[in-house]
């Protein structure tokens, strides 16, 4: 059995720190990128998808707050402000995923579709668990709304953190 000395100790603490470091750095970068990745898929959204699909407006977001949290709004304006509010926060938490991700080293089209189809399976999951999704009573139209929007979202998550933040690049 060798000795470990402290030299070693010392050396192990501070790549350990490093990569703490790294990891945090890159999960700041990915919050970041998730806030740009959700103003691409709002501007998708509003100016490509609505005015195809003819839906209106979605109020997921301030439904799931509403559903796991006290706050309740009492008027029009305060719901949409809630919508807004939270729409932006799940987009960035999309981005410390793909930062996760980087930090791991995946980039491109790798981390996209990997971050993707694990926060996409997670968010579905958990708003069914909620009552709020049901997935099984959606059309073929629906389906494919949610999955191309929150795509749209993922590939400008993954566009602005690879062109813009990424310390690597």
């Known amino acids: 059995m060798t ?17 703490q470091a790294t990891t945090v750095s890159m999960v700041g970068r990915g919050i970041v990128a998730g806030v740009g990745g959700t103003v691409v898929m709002t501007a998708f959204q ?3 998808e609505m005015p195809f699909s003819e ?3 979605s109020y997921a977001p301030a439904d799931l707050v509403e559903r796991v949290t006290p706050v309740q709004t ?3 304006a305060a719901r949409r402000r809630l919508n807004w509010a939270t729409h932006f926060a799940l987009g960035a938490m999309w981005g410390a995923a793909y930062g996760i991700a980087a930090a791991r080293g995946l980039r491109g089209q790798k981390a996209v579709n990997a971050v993707f189809a694990v926060v996409y399976a997670g968010d579905v999951a958990l708003n069914t668990a909620l009552g709020l999704y049901r997935p099984g009573q959606w059309s073929a139209k629906d389906v494919v709304i949610d999955v191309v929007d929150k795509y749209v979202q ?3 998550t993954g566009a602005v953190f690879d062109r813009a933040l990424d310390p690597a690049g």
């Open 3 to 19: 000795a470990v000395s402290s030299w070693d100790i010392r050396v192990r603490t501070q790549a350990m720190r490093t990569e």
């Open 74 to 76: 009492r008027s029009p």
């Open 55 to 57: 839906r209106g407006e």
């Open 154 to 156: 993922a590939q400008g």
């Open 46 to 48: 509003t100016l490509v």
